[in-house]
């Protein structure tokens, strides 16, 4: 079955298929969204996310988050001043979308495939959810987007054909050669010398520490010329510079055979969970979804760096790392949040652990001290 009727069925909704979840998050701004509106969004998040608002004309307005679960606090959150929300689900962690209601609340469902709040998948509460096939499933590309109304759907469809680029199978097979071989390296704990290949391929772009290069002068020249996506390509395309090109028949057969074996990997992703949960380490709002199969498990550490290096010996790879904050990180570009700290804290000791590797990463996780305490202040909003 194809990964968009998967994903329907889950759902219960109107589903699109897209080559990538930023190519959906995109529409879904143009979509819903007005240039100009200013749109509530998390501090931790990938670097394209911040761009791919930017490029829809949007004011980023960022959010406080808790040191709970790294999501946005909404308790702390000024809504009276936005006119809607991208969510972020971090590691699978669910936003409060509850919290939400009455809001425009587009919601980023890539790290949150299989998460659900009362019983309802994540990726129905706002007007619409955009998934990844490229996290839980492992596919290396594709997205879905899911919106209740054919009459949506259609637009849709139309404004992502107008964006979208030529394809080419010989990309398609590269694609997925390069994801299968991902999934074997981990399998065969390769994960280092596959890793060191992926840098030495250009499949991953230079950084700066853990966020790419902001190029403040040029990007300030594209954000003049926005909305529109072209003018942000340089940006969005961080790691996946065909985030715009449409797949074949090969891509989306294979893009829809992970997806379906998801349901498969989903005791093994709770046990993890449930192993990992046990830390003094964890991030707390973990504790309130051990029975969610997460795609990652945030825990807060000390020495971070240490045990990111550690692991790797290990055969297990960290990464979906977000530090600094966008509003430290892209300050001139965005609305900061009103207190800035937890998400510092967080950004600065997180290290989310693979659920289907824990045993492998035990024996190093197990050792690790918890993060310095955030401060009085921070715990107060905690408790």
Not at 28 to 48: F, K, V, Y
Not at 187 to 214: F, N, S, T
Request: net charge neutral; proline share 8%; hydrophobic share 45%.
């Amino acid at each position: 079955m194809s990964p968009e009727k998967l994903l329907a069925a889950r759902t219960g909704r109107e589903s699109v298929y897209l080559p990538s979840n930023r190519l959906g998050l995109y529409l879904a701004l143009r979509h819903w969204c007005t240039p100009g509106q200013r749109l509530l969004m998390s501090p931790i998040s990938a670097d394209e996310i911040l761009f791919l608002v930017l490029a829809a004309g949007l004011i980023p307005v960022i959010a406080p988050i808790s040191v709970l679960d790294g999501n946005i606090e909404m308790a702390r959150a000024l809504l009276g001043t936005i006119d809607a929300v991208l969510t972020t689900n971090l590691y699978g962690l669910p936003d409060d979308v509850l919290g939400m209601a009455g809001l425009v609340v587009i919601e980023d469902a890539a790290h949150a495939a299989e998460t659900s709040v009362d019983g309802r998948p994540v990726g129905t509460f706002g007007v619409a959810g955009v998934f990844s096939l490229s996290k839980h499933a492992g596919a290396g590309s594709g997205g879905v987007l899911v919106v209740d109304g054919a009459a949506d759907r259609r637009a849709l469809e139309r404004e992502r054909d107008l964006l979208l680029q030529p394809g080419a199978l010989r990309k398609d097979l590269f694609g997925v050669a390069t994801s299968v071989g991902r999934r074997l390296a981990l399998k065969l704990d390769m994960a280092r010398p596959a890793m060191r290949v992926a840098q030495i391929m250009g499949l991953q772009e230079p950084r700066d520490g853990y966020r790419i290069a902001l190029r403040p002068d040029e990007l300030r020249a594209a954000v003049a010329q926005a909305p529109g996506l072209p003018a942000l390509d340089a940006w969005v395309q961080a790691d996946l510079h065909d985030y715009r090109s449409s797949r074949g028949a090969v891509a989306r057969w294979y893009q829809g055979r992970r997806l379906a074996r998801l349901q498969g990997e989903r005791a093994r992703r709770l046990a993890g969970v449930a192993r990992l949960a046990e830390l003094p380490t964890v991030a707390r709002g973990v504790l309130d979804h051990v029975d969610q199969p997460l795609f990652r498990v945030p825990l807060l550490v000390s020495d971070r760096d240490v045990a990111i290096a550690a692991l790797e010996r290990r055969g297990v790879p960290t990464g979906y790392l977000y530090d600094p904050p966008y509003d430290d990180y892209a300050e001139p570009f965005v609305e900061p949040s009103p207190d800035r700290e937890a998400a510092r804290w967080w950004a600065r000791h997180v290290l989310p652990v693979d659920p289907l590797y824990a045993e492998r990463a035990l024996p190093v996780v197990e050792s690790l001290r918890p993060a310095p305490p955030p401060g009085d202040r921070l715990l107060d909003h905690a408790a």
